[in-house]
């Protein structure tokens, strides 16, 4: 049986980079009522930033196209993310995910952004196929608060 949330929110915008602010900050605002602590607020929107931000900078390369994240928050204080978009899609996923893997190495791009939201997230999963989009699932359960 498939669980409900307690409470969820939707958002889409376009690829603006000053969106990839907006983005983090609409979902840890959103992400308050669970009162998480400094860290866990941190670590959520780091990991909503990079995936926005390869959103962004890799699903439209030539064009402004759209970003949807969907936010759930359960009563256990799990909180699920998923950012999509219906861009140019990545070929090769395991790949993609490698530490220092950049699709555009002429940039200065790092190659650190799925890395970086799994050492932020409980777990992260990639699904994308070209020429459809890329759907990036992020998911953390916040720790008990102490009484």
């Excluded at 969907?70 to 204080?77: C, G, N, P, Q």
Aim: glycine share 4%; aromatic share 6%; with cysteine.
């Amino acid at each position: 049986m498939k669980r409900k949330p307690i409470n969820k929110m939707k958002m889409i915008f376009p690829t603006y980079s000053e969106n990839e602010r907006f983005s983090r900050s609409a979902v840890s605002s959103f992400i308050s009522q669970l009162d998480p602590l400094l860290d866990e607020i941190s670590d959520i929107k780091t990991a909503v930033s990079e995936g926005v931000t390869n959103a962004i900078v890799h699903a439209y390369p030539d064009s402004i196209g759209e970003v949807t994240i969907e936010v759930k928050i359960y009563t256990d204080r799990t909180v699920y993310i998923k950012i999509k978009d219906k861009g140019c899609g990545i070929e090769d996923v395991k790949k993609a995910m490698e530490p220092l893997f950049t699709s555009s190495p002429d940039e200065e791009r790092a190659g650190l952004g799925f890395a970086v939201m799994q050492s932020f997230m409980d777990k992260v999963t990639v699904r994308s196929r070209p020429a459809k989009g890329t759907a990036v699932t992020l998911i953390k359960t916040l720790r008990e608060k102490e009484q």
